[in-house]
């Protein structure tokens, strides 16, 4: 059997057996009169703070792309091209992919560039969200129960950061053997950029407050729910829902285990779950369509480009892949 068919029935079935247990105890008229009396006005405040949370890591890879010609708003196009391959996708693996293809034949940037672009952002976010959560797991008994995914995560974000110092260092080594070239290429711009600490900090700086933006988003969606929590543990929340919907097989769109994920997530504070879910739907909603908006016309515009890619055909995940 095809692996990426077997992935695809796997994340279907996930996604259909979480999404079950998120609705089971929710009746289908309960979720309506939920949503019905949201106080949508909030929503496009919320869709603003996820589309300028989108912008924020366009610039972040800008920065990490300095040297290259290629403008904040082709990165923030092409970043939501591939975000919407990954939601329509069962294998989750392909944005890097479409990113890098789309770049480097549409931009002329170097792939090294790129994949070295997407290892330090994605160390970036790892930092961010581990350290979020992290900070949650000490002020808020509720999420003790996720520490044995959240410990790991904290030591492979560490071992990731001294991995790239100690292969940085030993980088032009690897540049003498010719079919290693590539990834010393890729090396040694990760260790020049880990070398200018303002950078690094302004890198990082973008990535905390992009991943505040999500969280004041999820603020005034649990605000327009009736679910009252202050915005710091909206913040934790939702990033905490992010990392760990990501962590296992899912369909397109992680749909019914983001949902589950959230919900399970927030029942630890006893909250009403007909406002859980219609929470989790929305939220899910606004952090996923926008990406399908912008993405789809951009990759029917750029279809040769991405015609005949190696990468995307086979399906494999690019060296940056999550």
């Known amino acids: 059997m095809d692996r990426r068919f077997a992935y695809g ?133 509720q999420l003790s129960g996720f520490r044995p995914i959240v410990l790991p995560l904290w030591g492979l974000s560490g071992a990731a950061l001294l991995g790239m110092v100690f292969l940085g260092r030993g980088v032009s080594r690897l540049g003498k053997v010719r079919w290693l070239k590539p990834l010393a290429e890729t090396l040694q711009h990760v260790h020049a950029t880990q070398s200018q600490r303002g950078l690094l900090a302004l890198c990082i700086s973008l990535t905390a407050i992009a991943w505040l933006l999500i969280g004041v988003a999820a603020w005034l969606v649990a605000q327009a729910a009736g679910i009252q929590m202050p915005f710091w543990l909206a913040s934790i929340v939702i990033v905490a829902v992010s990392m760990f919907s990501g962590a296992v097989p899912a369909p397109p769109g992680v749909a019914g285990v983001y949902e589950f994920v959230a919900v ?37 515009l750029e279809r040769r480009a991405l015609r005949g890619a190696p990468m995307l055909r086979r399906g494999a995940p690019s060296a940056a892949a999550r």
């Open 264 to 300: 399970s997530t927030l029942g630890l504070f006893a909250v009403d779950e007909a406002a859980v879910l219609s929470f989790a739907v929305v939220i899910h909603a606004l952090l996923f369509l926008p990406h399908l908006a912008i993405g789809l016309p951009v990759l029917a």
């Open 9 to 141: 029935l796997i994340g279907f079935g996930v996604g259909g057996a979480l999404g079950w247990l998120a609705l089971k105890d929710t009746s289908w008229a309960s979720l309506g009169r939920a949503l019905a009396e949201l106080d949508w006005r909030v929503v496009p405040l919320a869709l603003g703070a996820v589309i300028i949370a989108g912008i924020l890591r366009a610039i972040r890879f800008r920065l990490l792309l300095r040297d290259e010609r290629v403008t904040t708003s082709r990165l923030f196009l092409v970043a939501s091209a591939g975000s919407a391959v990954n939601n329509l996708s069962p294998v989750r693996v392909l944005s890097e992919a479409t990113q890098t293809v789309l770049l480097t034949r549409g931009d002329g940037v170097k792939a090294s560039r790129v994949v070295s672009g997407f290892l330090l952002s994605r160390l970036f976010d790892l930092l961010v969200t581990v350290n979020l959560v992290g900070a949650g797991l000490v002020v808020l008994p």
